[in-house]
Nanobody
């Protein structure tokens, strides 16, 4: 069964950087889109960045220019990275990884917390 495991969250000061990773395992993921979302207590879950199965990148306006997504593949895994620079307190949230299959089935990881202090 496919699994998603996120890592890399933590606490940093404003202006700092973090690198999140999400490993999807259990089968091949070359046909699936993957994405990072985030959710804070005050907001609904929102897209941060995504990479489609054909490599198309998409960023939220808040992430553009500060965050960089990349994706690696092996026959039975795919790892989605998110390099986050110039972090600000408003970036504080739980960050969730997801994959969406070709049949549009959406799957979520457990999340990794990011806290940015001023």
């Amino acid at each position: 069964q496919a699994q998603l495991v996120e890592s890399g969250g933590g606490s940093v000061q404003a202006g700092g950087a973090l690198r999140l990773s999400c490993v999807a395992s259990g089968r091949g993921f070359s046909s699936d889109d993957m994405a990072w979302y985030r959710q804070s207590p005050e907001k609904e879950r929102e897209l941060v960045a995504s990479i489609s199965s054909v490599g198309a990148l998409r960023y939220a306006n808040a992430a553009q220019g500060r965050f960089t997504a990349s994706r690696d593949y092996t026959p039975n895994t795919s790892t989605l990275h998110l390099e986050m620079d110039s972090l600000q307190p408003e970036d504080t949230a739980m960050y969730y990884c997801s994959f969406t299959t070709s049949s549009l089935s959406l799957h979520w990881g457990q999340g990794t917390p990011v806290t940015v202090s001023s």
